[in-house]
């Protein structure tokens, strides 16, 4: 079965089981529980517990981790989860953004393509929040880039929230590309798909790389680190960089 008809049987199966009501699957989102069916379609491999933690997805004592927010969440399961087994935490990104916005009645006010659309490399923001376990050999990363559907509901702009709106779920559609990071150099790979100088600039990354000026000095933060680009000097106030 192919990416693509695996995520639509997820998605039915994710479907069918809020619509009967499960405690607890209301608080889950869309897109995370999908995410687990698209891993493992039998439920008795979901939420198994692990010392003290639990996982999302567990098969041949492999642990799957889903992380649609932040990596800070996952430093207390990797503490753990590490020790005795091997870890592929999935991200899943939004390369393409259909975005549905309802009024307060669940009235659909606009349907938009959203112009945003998410770069592989944008992953090292969140990996600089686990930094200290990225040279383990037993934790590995799905970037999974897709098509979403995202819904929200139209709000009053207030000092607290000036965006205007609420997302109150995402809903995954389709699978364009899965990047399988098992090491340092599955990140030079995805490097090489871009248009890099030999000897570049954080400012050239970011221009290559189409992310921003912040995103690219993270990334090349981490990327020094995993020893896939080396500093070899300076140009005025710019440290130089090249792929090693």
Known sequence: ??????????????????????????K???????????LSIDEQNHEIK???????????????????????????????????????????????KTIYLTNEYGELVSTKKSPKHARPLEIFIELYKIKNYLLNPNLHFKIIMLD???????????????????????????INHIYEINGPDNFKDILLEYNLKEIFTSKDFAKSTHITIKKATVALNVLTYLNVVERIGKEKNSYLYKIV
């Not at 642990?63 to 989860?81: C, D, G, P």
């Not at 139209?154 to 109150?168: M, P």
Request: charged letters at 35%; hydrophobic letters at 35%.
């Open 1 to 26: 079965m192919d990416d693509n008809k695996r995520l639509e049987e997820a998605l039915k199966l994710a479907l069918e089981d809020v619509e009967k009501d499960k405690i607890g699957l209301l």
């Open 28 to 38: 889950e989102h869309t897109l995370h529980r999908v995410l687990k069916f698209y």
């Open 148 to 174: 979403i559907d995202e819904l929200r509901i139209k709000k009053e702009k207030t000092w607290r929230s000036r965006k205007g709106f609420e997302r109150t779920n995402q809903v995954p559609r389709k």
């Open 50 to 96: 692990i010392g003290r933690m639990y996982a999302d997805v567990v098969l041949d004592n492999h642990i799957y981790e889903i992380q649609t927010k932040s990596f800070n969440a996952m430093r207390n399961k990797l503490e753990v989860f590490l020790r005795d087994h091997e870890v592929t935490i999935c991200y899943p990104m939004a390369l393409n």
